[in-house]
DNA sequence: AAACTGTATACTGTAGGCAGTCGACAACAG
DNA sequence: CTGTTGTCGACTGCCTACAGTATACAGTTT
């Protein structure tokens, strides 16, 4: 049992382990949708889908039931998959749920982090910072998922933390559109964050964390209510039944 | 436009409408895994479901990958599917998430019941107390779930139901097997919850919310403490790859 | 005898195909 | 002209079949 010394050269070039068909679909559809490709309401059709990406219907058939799982999609049976269509009032208790769950995650993440979790939380608040500065949109939004899930990881509760990326995923979709701007403010509050975090201080860290998320909430219903314009179909249901393509926007 | 009489005839026969195939095989699944016909770690042969099931293989595919989402099984590409295996770290997770959902649950519902809803939350509660007098401990512990849903719906907010749903149906299983008892405690609990939340103060009812979660939380580690010992394989990894056959226990 | 290699087996992942069902449009009766 | 009924088209849900892959066992070599 000399265990080949193959096994310990270390660098594992991870071979390009080719993930199953359905969760790359998954991602491919999950992309269309939050890019906008896919308009909420719009109808799925396992066919054309299967065809865009150049595969057979059942990856895609099961990645829309993943989808749907997480709140992507709605799967009526026999009619097939909707892109889900949020009203105001869901995305407002989404962002309440999430209030809550990233509020509990700051509090544990006070009373747990160690100093290398702070630095970590440091490094990707000073990357997102820089960002900012250099107008980099999607950067700086990147750096904020990502600070808000590191946070969550130290909380120590793995199930929390899983719970908190769903929520967060679908927040960021409906609050992307309307949100582009409260980038100096948010990450003034993310630095007083990892500071309350690196004090151990839990009642503050739970406390700032709250305000922010509720910041975020609040910034989301005055976009929305000074906009009560609906982008498209007026109409009551928007079910139009072949949107033409799928290629649309 | 009279709509013919026919649709106001009130009683709507509800025509059992056959619903997909893979839900009912989920459901079928489902309860084979709480009612311990399959065991933690158990691998699930696809082909074998079906053939116990009566079903070809598409449903159960579809079913075990909605089973997935929701944790109760895990889904290794290339292997199939296993029931999942709960450490008593992620048990214990899992009902700290329970508390916080139902705590927020309990404050929102004390904040938003009225009095409709507080007489259906006595309905429930008397059902629950007269089962636990008469020794109906699967009414009983039905009526306790039901009563928690009922304050999460009340709650008001849709999206933390949904999810305090799911979690309450894990912890469920998890906890089921431990604790059988702590049955009249747990519903002077509930009838003090529910004093709070009629007289719509939210800070007690949270509080108690969380206490009565915290209670069921610390029974069941004293329980896991008390019989340490591993029911099966005390090996490293429940890996058996054919368990000889489903119908086992 | 121990370790490696080749082969067999069983299961998953994916594809294609067929029947059932739903929605829409057109023809028809009142 | 309005309301009803029959027919067409399209899509979903499910089944069957095939290819790829991981595991276990036996044979072979050192």
Redesign the pocket.
Known sequence: ??R?ELANSGAAPKIPRPT???ESVFEAILELIVNGSLSPGQ??????LAELLG?????V??ALQMLSGEGWVD???????FVHAPTVQEADQLLAVRALLETESARLAALNSDAAGVARLREVCARGLRALEADDIDTSVAANSELHALVTELSGNAVLAELASQVSRRVRWYHTPVARQRGRDSWEEHDQLINAIEARDEIRAAEIMRDHTEHTRSSYLEQRASEPVEPEEPAPAA?R??PRSLSAS
């Open positions: 049992m000399v080949s199953t068909l359905r109808h799925l059709a396992e066919s054309e595969v057979s219907r059942q990856p058939r099961e799967l009526r049976p026999g009619h097939g998959a079910r039944r072949r």
